[in-house]
Structure formats: structure tokens, C-alpha cells
């Protein structure tokens, strides 16, 4: 089942404006990650913040994590027409056979040029 | 309903054996397919996609292949294992669902090269 709700379901925003998606999850974990999907192809991987940490940048990536509100947000900025797609949030909880990743349904993000 | 059945569930090989990890979908036609490797700690890393019998891609270079020789059937090989192989491999099958395409994970394979 999934844990992770991605709001928005969709977002629509003109190029150069910023993206923000938020993510919220209900069980313990070590870790949150956010993937983004293009239509057709794999997820890949974008950012990781461990459970200790609030805040991470890569790029023009900003991602924070609320663990006493389980609740993360991914923040594009300055977005381009090539940002169009899916994007996914999936917790890493700890269980005895190992990590395991629980993805929620997703935001389809559409940059307009 | 569709179900996804990857196997064998645990594998330990001696660096430089063989490895053919196999994964099949049922209750689908024309999947997408994809094989992920998960380093403990760490995100998902997509190793391949396949959009049909024959076609692959690959997404990083590296020291494993795959295959798919049926339409539900995605194989992930290699004929040398080397100690970073290690890890947890994840097959995933795919469906669109309006204009999202949503992933449905096996249960996963955890490799151990020694």
C-alpha cells in the first residue's frame, strides 16, 4: 500500500516560476526520497534526506523534512519546460528483512513554456 | 489482477560467478519493465527499462545486461560478478493510469557478491 500522499495530484506553473510539492507519510522512518518519472521511462532518483536532517539542496532542488509532522516538501526553483513530469515521494522504513520503499501516488507537475 | 514474482529471493555468489536474476508479471499485456538496484541507506538506481520483447535500455553503464524474452519476462544477467554488485534489485512492472504512469515493485532480490 502506499504510504506517501503527494498534494498536489497536479500542478501546472509558467516557466521560471517555482514548484512545490508537498508529501506526507504516517509510519517511522530513516530516510525520505523523491523520484521523478517521465512518461515511458524509469524513476530516478533525485534527492535523499535522512531522518536527522530538515533541510537538503542538489541544484535547484530544495527538500525539507518535518519528521514530528511527517510531512516533506520538494521545492523546484526557476522551473524549465523540461521539469514536465511525475514526481514521487517514498519512505525508507527500517523493517527486520531489510529497507523498504513505500511510494505514494505522485504529483505530475506541467511547466508551460 | 496483475501480479509480479521476481526470484530467487536471497542469492550469495563468489566474485566473478555468473548471475541471472529473472522476474515475470502476470495478469498483463505489454508491461513496461524496469530493473532498479537499491544500495542499503540509499535510493532507487534504474539499471533498465524495456517498453517491448527485445527492446532495452539502459541507464547507467555497468557490469550487468538484460533481457527480455516474453513479454512478461525480465531477466538481469551478468557474466562476471564483481563485489559492488552487491545490493537489492527491484523489478517493476507499469501502467498508465490517465496521464500517470504508476509502478508496481516486486518483492526484490538481495544479492550478496563475496
Known amino acids: 500500500s502506499q504510504q506517501g500522499e503527494e498534494d498536489p495530484q497536479a500542478l501546472s506553473i509558467q516557466e521560471g516560476e517555482n514548484a512545490t510539492m508537498n508529501c506526507s507519510y504516517k509510519t517511522s522512518i530513516n530516510n525520505l526520497q523523491w523520484y521523478r518519472q517521465n512518461s515511458g521511462r524509469g524513476l530516478v532518483h533525485l534527492i535523499l534526506?535522512?531522518?536527522?536532517?530538515r533541510e537538503k539542496h542538489s541544484g535547484r532542488l530544495r527538500v525539507t523534512l518535518d519528521t514530528s509532522k511527517k510531512s516533506s516538501s520538494l521545492l523546484i526553483t526557476a522551473s524549465r519546460a523540461a521539469d514536465t513530469a511525475s514526481y514521487f515521494c517514498a519512505t525508507d522504513a527500517q523493517e527486520t528483512s531489510g529497507s523498504r520503499l513505500t511510494f505514494g501516488e505522485g504529483t505530475q507537475l506541467t511547466v508551460n513554456p | 489482477s496483475q501480479t509480479i514474482h521476481q526470484w530467487p529471493a536471497t542469492l550469495v555468489q563468489p566474485v566473478g560467478s555468473p548471475l541471472s536474476l529473472e522476474c515475470t508479471v502476470e495478469g498483463t499485456s505489454n508491461p513496461n519493465l524496469y530493473w532498479y538496484r537499491q544500495a542499503a541507506g540509499r535510493g532507487l538506481q534504474l539499471l533498465f527499462y524495456?517498453?517491448?520483447?527485445?527492446?532495452i535500455s539502459s541507464e547507467v553503464p555497468q557490469n550487468l545486461s538484460a533481457s527480455r524474452p516474453q513479454d512478461r519476462q525480465f531477466i538481469l544477467s551478468s557474466k562476471k560478478l564483481l563485489l559492488s554488485d552487491s545490493g537489492f534489485y527491484l523489478c517493476?512492472?507499469?501502467?498508465?493510469?490517465?496521464?500517470?504512469?504508476?509502478?508496481?515493485f516486486g518483492p526484490g532480490t538481495r544479492l550478496l557478491v563475496l
Open positions: 524495456s517498453v517491448g520483447i527485445g527492446q
Open positions: 517493476a512492472w507499469s501502467v498508465m493510469a490517465g496521464f500517470k504512469e504508476t509502478q508496481y
Open positions: 534526506i535522512r531522518s536527522n536532517e
